[in-house]
């Protein structure tokens, strides 16, 4: 799969991510895909939160793990 095709079908998936973390006060915004790696701003209620790397590893980043072939880790930036 090459890399605009990831790139499009992590936007599909962060899309349907969004409502969860939006219902929380937060927010997320895909900035870039590069060597494996998924790079969002986490905004809103997650900056500064507690639970953020909870939400983005064992959420986020698990979840597309398991979707997307090629994705070896996910970033906050």
Not at 28 to 35: A, P, S
């Amino acid at each position: 799969m090459d890399a605009a095709a990831i790139e499009k079908q992590v936007k599909e998936i962060l899309y349907k991510i969004r409502p969860y973390i939006q219902r929380d006060g937060g927010d997320i915004r895909y900035v870039k895909f590069e060597d494996g790696i998924v790079y969002v701003e986490m905004l809103g209620a997650c900056v500064g939160c507690g639970a953020l790397d909870t939400t983005l590893k064992d959420g986020i980043e698990t979840i597309l793990l398991e979707e997307v072939p090629g994705i070896i880790g996910v970033e906050n930036i």
